[in-house]
């Protein structure tokens, strides 16, 4: 699939029409998806029409938009009018949306062509994109691994060549970190910075919209459009969105990068080299890598499965059947009523409600959520101290490279902890970004994580851009 930059230049320059990309794009989809799982529910004559109406406004000598005939995956918990968002879970089969998200609206004002659904975790729950009620996807770099999760439809949807940009969201890294199982390039930008009016909440102060892409150039233009503020989503941030890709430059001189104390501790021995290597690149572009302390990140982990835990049971309570889901009949009572109704959850969904509920009671609540919030404060702290030291911080993505299919199935513990290096930017409000930067000697993708400060996206989206020249 073409980048990008390439499509928009040859749809400008007359060389290929919108609607010949598009149809390009969906023949890749054609023939790779029924292996790798990616989407779930393809747009195709939308899609033509979206491209053709591109076509004829060239025709007719109007300007184009920023993202004019680009095809873009959006992830099956995004709202998009008059089509299907089920969350990839039986809850929600036959939910139709009834209104846009504010991302979406965004990108079909910029031109873009909206392709299809991809397939994720239920309700954006996991990191290995197994449990889907449409089944697993596969990791396009070895279809006996998995994508990541939870966006890891959207990810291998990038990494598959079917699209050049997809849509995904990002609560505890389920952006970056399938972006690093699959080798491209994922970034969720400080909380606040894009609207989350539209997408389908599981934790609401962790729940970010994130951009996965081939290169980062191509990241920061989607990442461009999609932002700003929005008088839907009262989180959402008033502040200048960069030209990002304008920011970008040859070098990193004057970049102090700060690596964590303790973050290579225990890290598999091939991610640590990538990443060791990568610190020297950095230093070869003219920046500074100096060790830095973040001492309460190494709870976030914790914190984050507390948190966002809670935040989902009051979240999904309004899945009853009543107001939104699955609709039990014949019932004998109300409590029978409920308990079939949310029968219809998979059980890593009904783990995480179960345990946010848990934390809420009132004889759990101070012990258990109140704690966690607490923490989550003392590591906001930490990351604002460490910002006045240096630019942006330099970490692993992913404890792993990408496992098997099926593997860590009965040790949730070990799919909770590939979030390790990637909640700790949800839990603080971060920017974040996944870059490649080469393999492990099974040859599968090693991706690097720079952080920066919220509404600084384009510190780390320039170190990101210098550091993909040098692998």
Known sequence: MMSVSEIIKAISTGEKTAEQITRESLTVIAQKNPEINAFVEVFEQDAINQAKAVDEKRARGEKLGPL??????????????????TCCSKMLANYVAPYTATVVEKLLAADAVIIGRTNMDEFAMGSSNQTSVYGPVKNPVDTERVPGGSSGGSAAAVAAGMV??????DTGGSVRQPASFCGVVGVKPGYGRISRYGIVAFASSA?????????????????????????????????????YTEQFTSDLKGLKIGLPKGFLDGLY??????????????????????EVDVPYAKYSAPVYYIVT???????????????????????????????????????????????????????????????????RELIRQDFKKVFEQVDVLLTPTSPTTAFRLGKNGKNPISLY???????????GG??????????????????????????????????????????
């Open 68 to 85: 004019a005939g680009v095809p873009v995956a959006i992830k099956d918990n995004i709202l998009y009018k008059g089509h299907k968002a």
């Open 164 to 169: 050049p940009l997809a849509l995904g969201t």
């Open 207 to 243: 729940d970010q919209v994130g951009v996965l892409a081939a290169n980062v150039a191509d990241a920061a233009l989607c990442l461009e459009v999609i932002s700003g503020k929005d008088v839907h989503d009262s989180t959402s941030l008033e502040a200048p969105v960069p030209a």
């Open 269 to 290: 021995e091939d991610i640590k080299a990538r990443l060791l290597a990568a610190a020297e690149e950095l230093k070869k572009l003219g920046a500074e890598v100096i």
């Open 309 to 375: 835990s809670a935040e989902a049971s009051s979240n999904l309570g309004r899945f009853d059947g009543i107001r939104y889901g699955y609709s039990a009949q014949n019932a004998a009572d109300l409590n029978t009523y409920y308990e079939q109704s949310r029968s219809l959850f998979g059980l890593e969904v009904k783990k995480r409600i179960i345990i946010g509920t848990y934390a809420l009671t009132s004889k759990r609540y101070e012990e258990c959520f109140l704690k966690a919030m607490k923490v």
């Open 417 to 427: 902890l590939a979030d390790l290096y990637t909640c700790p930017g949800n839990i």
């Open 430 to 471: 971060l920017a974040g970004i996944n870059v490649p930067f080469g393999l492990d000697k099974k040859g599968l993708p090693v991706g690097v994580q720079f952080y920066g400060p919220i509404l600084q996206e384009e510190k780390i989206l320039n170190a990101a851009h210098c550091l993909e020249t040098r692998v």
